[in-house]
């Protein structure tokens, strides 16, 4: 019945919807071919004079609240007499210009008429305020002794064009709904808009908008981009709406944490109009900001779709917070005339397109496009990026990345961000902070990603982190990073479309390449058929993004050639050898004295071709070498085991370490290492760690790949259960040959895989970039 009325309610705009939706589209993109973009952008920026400041505080039958809030800004502005207070009354009925002129005869009042709405009355005062630089306050708005300084600070530079206050609610038990530091992007066909908590951002930071009423302007940029806009009339989204024009125009938008600033929120707004009329005011204005403003067809293209949608599923399912709906296509549309001519004004000033003045406001982009940058740094200042984390190395990827960085901490600056699984692993990761300049964390949100049907990885959706891409922009303002270095296919979904700030990404292994492998090794239909269309996916995202990288390091030459036969192009941006490596000065060297008839097998279960290889092995090889030596032990070592049952029926010659502190202990003990991987890319650290322990190895060929190609030089190969048996038996039997071939792998891996040689390779590889970059 409830779908049934709305049906009936909304049956004349549901049917009228798609002919409106059509008129908007058309009729903003004849406005675009009859315009001439960015006439009105021209000329270099003035500084503004900002020794001094005018508070501007628009004000509607507020008199109880200037008498609370005037007191403090009174105190702010005393000791210079250049600052300037100024409140516009917009036709106030009670007494509010009377009271202001008998009890603070200091306060200019500038008397409306009549009631021109926040973005009338703000403009009418920064027409008449006698200072460069304009501080436009909420009447419920109280300020900090020292808040005005640290504002003015901000305009030393002149493409500013405001600085927004950092916001706190006169109730500390309310939760900040608004702080001041605005961050907002293109999702769904529409603008989105939020307020962030961030206490690491101690300085001027670049946001999105500066809040209409707690910010500080340029007066001149402030009436040259023609104030507050009527078409978003009675309120909200003006101040949104200025600060995007703003940074189309090629100025900057900043936020300065250091001025405080207390607001009780909604204090006259919440307290005129109902919570529904302000929503049909919001939805409204979320189309027009778009009419108005977003430039680049596609994206408006696909606004009006997502306008269209929404507004049915509206009516199908009823209403949800900022959706459009019919009501609001109906009004926009009815103020379609003045959109266009506000879009027309809009186009002559833009100086940069609509994905630009998005990414400007992040940290990141705010420093490759504005900051002033060494040519060639004589410290490199890294930014180092893992999803996964990093203490304890408990696989082979954690152990690449530890060695790394405990090298590279020797010959850069580098700062650390990674996402934890569970808050426990806080503890661990604290390490890090002992050795790397700065080391910062996030525990991923459980619960599996959405997007079913989506074109991308489920690996690049599990790692998607509004949170963390904001942390990877913050450091890189904060930190002043030069080379940004991505670990994993998942995390290239972070590396930015930057002009001086280097982006590196570590393939651990060739996703889509460990993928393949694994097709025909998965249990059941359903989980193969699940591969098959992650492969697909794989192979279209690993390949589309690769290109946008400056350098892509990969483990091995055969990585390499493998992704060159389908990107010949990146054969300059490839590197095989620089990643791929470990402290061989760790491991106590041990070729002989082992326990007899022992195998061992190391590697984290939580890896899938992992938990495929032990498997193989104890269904088709274990058979094998327990029926030629009936005393031979396989142990297994690694987090996350399986649990007792699954092997119930080899438990007599199995024994399951679980997690080990200290993976040097088992590697010294046992007498022959397996690795039968069937799946998978990359360089195994398994291996390294374990020629360099001096512990004799039988593997698979994909398990060895890149560390050896001939049977019995450094390794033993086999790829079938028999040939695999016969090699572990064969080394169990006679340890002087198994001891021989260990000391050839030893000499191997100290020779072409130390850390400390391929490390100092990988940091001379990053400063050439960065020259060339800055050239």
Known sequence: MALLKRLLRALPLLLLSPFLTAIGFVSLMITDLLTRRGKAATGPARRAANDAATVVIPNWNGRDLLEKYIPSIVTALAGNAANEILVVDNGSTDGSAEFLREAFPQVTVLPLKENLGFGGGSNAGFRAAKNDVVVLLNSDMRVAEDFLAPLLKGFDDPEVFAVSCQIFFSDAAKLREETGLTQGWWQDGTLRVRHRIDNQVDDLFPCFYGGGGSCAFDRRKFLELGGFDELLAPFYLEDTDLGYLAWKRGWKVLYQPQSVVYHEHRGTIGKKFSPEFIQSVLRKNYLLFCWKNIHEWGRLANHFFFTWAGAVLAVLFGELPLRPNLGAMWWAFRQLPQAVRSRRRALELAAISDTEAFRRPLGGYYRDRFAKMEASPERLRVLFVSPYPICPPVHGGGVFMYQTLREMVKLAEVHVLELLDWP???????????????ADWLVRPSGRPKGMGSMEPHAVREFAND??????????????????????????????????????????????????RGLGHMVGVLDEAKARVEYLRALRYELGV??????????????????????PELAARMRAGLRAGIDTTRYDFRPRGREPLTMLFLGSFRHDPNRVAV?????????????????ARFVIAGSDPPAEHTYADHAAHLQMLGYVDDIREPLARYAVFVCPILSGSGVRVKLLE????????????????????????????SDDPAGFAERVVGLLRDPERAAEMAERARAEVVANWDMSAITRKLVEGYREIVREKRG
């Open 424 to 438: 426990a692993q806080e503890k661990d990761n604290e390490e890090l902070r002992t050795f790397c300049a700065s």
């Open 615 to 631: 498997d193989w092995f104890v269904r088709h090889v274990l058979p094998l070498v327990v029926a030629q030596e009936p005393a």
């Open 690 to 717: 374990a020629f360099a322990a001096g512990i004799p190895v039988v593997s698979t060929k994909v398990g060895a790949e890149g560390l050896a190609v001939k049977d019995g030089e450094f390794c033993a190969l």
């Open 467 to 516: 949170e963390l891409e904001w942390m990877i922009h913050r450091d890189l303002y904060r930190r002043q990073i030069d080379v940004l270095q991505l670990e994993y296919t998942p995390m290239a979904q972070y590396r930015g479309e930057f002009r001086r700030i280097a982006t590196m990404l570590f393939e651990h292994d060739v996703y889509f390449q460990s993928i393949g």
């Open 546 to 567: 690769l290109p946008g990288f400056d350098q892509v390091q990969v483990c091995t030459p055969a990585n390499r050639d493998y992704l060159l036969g389908f990107r």
